[in-house]
């Protein structure tokens, strides 16, 4: 049990460390807070991509999961948002998403979605609803990342 907990505790701690060095994002209380409440699954050369641990829900009858995602950007996708929103995106971070996965047939909806910057801050917010369009998942991408962990977690 103790080996169990320390290995939980050293994940824990180099996820946090990956974070500090890779995230555009530097806010201590929002890594702190990431490492208390998330789980880290992916990542690509645009974002760092964590679960929330306690926000999954699962349809057995539907295989359906559904779950509230974290996105840290990396600078690339910083100046990408920069590039193509404008100014005001300069100092975008996170994206924090609710989803729902459907592991059987690989595909993923977006239910709603905010933007925040680095301290927090709410830039932009879309709530596409339960009506919103079912997408595909490009292998080995970051939300690919995420229903691999989600049907580990659920078999």
Same mark, same amino acid.
């Given at each position: 049990m103790m080996k169990k907990l320390l290995l939980c505790t050293l994940l824990t701690f180099s996820t946090l460390?990956?974070?500090e060095e890779t995230a555009v994002c530097k806010? +201590?209380? %929002? %890594?702190d807070n990431l490492a208390r409440n998330s789980v880290f699954v992916a990542e690509d050369d645009l974002n760092l991509v964590y679960? =929330? +641990?306690? #926000?999954?829900?699962?349809d057995k009858t539907k295989k359906q999961a559904r779950v509230w995602v974290i996105q840290y950007a990396t600078q690339k996708w910083q100046q990408q948002a920069t590039t193509q929103l404008g100014e005001k995106y300069k100092n975008f971070g996170i994206v924090k998403q609710l989803d729902v996965f459907d592991l059987k047939n690989n595909k993923y909806q977006t239910i709603e979605y905010a933007l925040y910057n680095c301290s927090g801050d709410v830039l932009?917010?879309?709530? /596409? @609803? =339960?009506? /919103?369009?079912?997408?595909d998942i490009?292998?080995? #991408? /970051?939300?690919? @990342?995420?229903? +691999?962990y989600l049907k580990t977690f659920y078999k």
């Open positions: 460390i990956h974070a806010n +201590k209380n %929002l %890594l679960v =929330e +641990k306690n #926000s999954i829900e699962y932009y917010t879309n709530k /596409a @609803g =339960e009506n /919103a369009q079912f997408n490009i292998p080995n #991408s /970051a939300i690919d @990342g995420v229903q +691999k």
